[in-house]
């Protein structure tokens, strides 16, 4: 179990990485790209938002269960709160892919804003801050790491970089979906 772990905890981790490298991406090229190729890419990203976000989701949904069912991490108060915030994701993007329904931007990214705000803060106390929710009504500090990879890639870093990169998916999203109806 320990190969499949740290396997595991690696490759999650290399993935995150890469997810925060095309989440920057995209920032830098929406707002230094102002050509007709950054229009059609903007589109792409626009058109693909509900997929790509939902496989993101549902992955995270999986991992969090294998990390606490199968590997036995016990989540915290706040990793819970994440939870909260994530499974409904993963639900609603289902839902809206298979109904070819794309009016819940909006509630995807007051989600996934608030997942962001979650993880900022849990890594925040993960670091040492002091906690102002209870964070042990589980018996398990949210200050507790289970995953250190890459020097700073723990199970909030993991749920901070998912939130934030639908959260940029769906802002584009929206921004290219408003543009067009115009």
């Not at 102002?34 to 989701?57: D, P």
């Not at 929710?133 to 749920?159: D, H, L, N, R």
Request: aromatic fraction near 14%; charged fraction near 10%; hydrophobic fraction near 50%.
């Amino acid at each position: 179990m320990a190969y499949f772990t740290s396997t595991l905890n690696l490759l999650v981790s290399a993935f995150i990485i890469v997810l925060q490298i095309i989440t920057v991406a995209i920032i830098a090229w929406f707002f230094l790209s102002k050509n007709r190729a950054s229009g059609r890419v903007l589109r792409s990203i626009s058109n693909n938002a509900y997929i790509i976000s939902f496989l993101i989701t549902l992955s995270g949904m999986v991992l969090s269960l294998v990390y606490s069912d199968v590997i036995g991490y016990v989540p915290c108060t706040l990793c819970w709160y994440s939870r909260v915030l994530l499974y409904p994701e993963a639900l609603l993007l289902g839902l809206a892919l298979w109904k070819e329904d794309r009016t819940i931007t909006d509630y995807i990214i007051a989600l996934s804003g608030l997942g962001v705000v979650l993880s900022i803060y849990q890594k925040y106390i993960e670091l040492g801050g002091k906690s102002v929710i209870p964070c042990a009504a589980t018996a398990v500090s949210c200050s507790k790491v289970y995953v250190m990879e890459f020097g700073y890639i723990t199970i909030p870093v993991m749920a901070l970089t998912s939130f934030a990169f639908i959260f940029v998916l769906m802002l584009i999203h929206n921004y290219i979906t408003r543009r067009n109806s115009r």
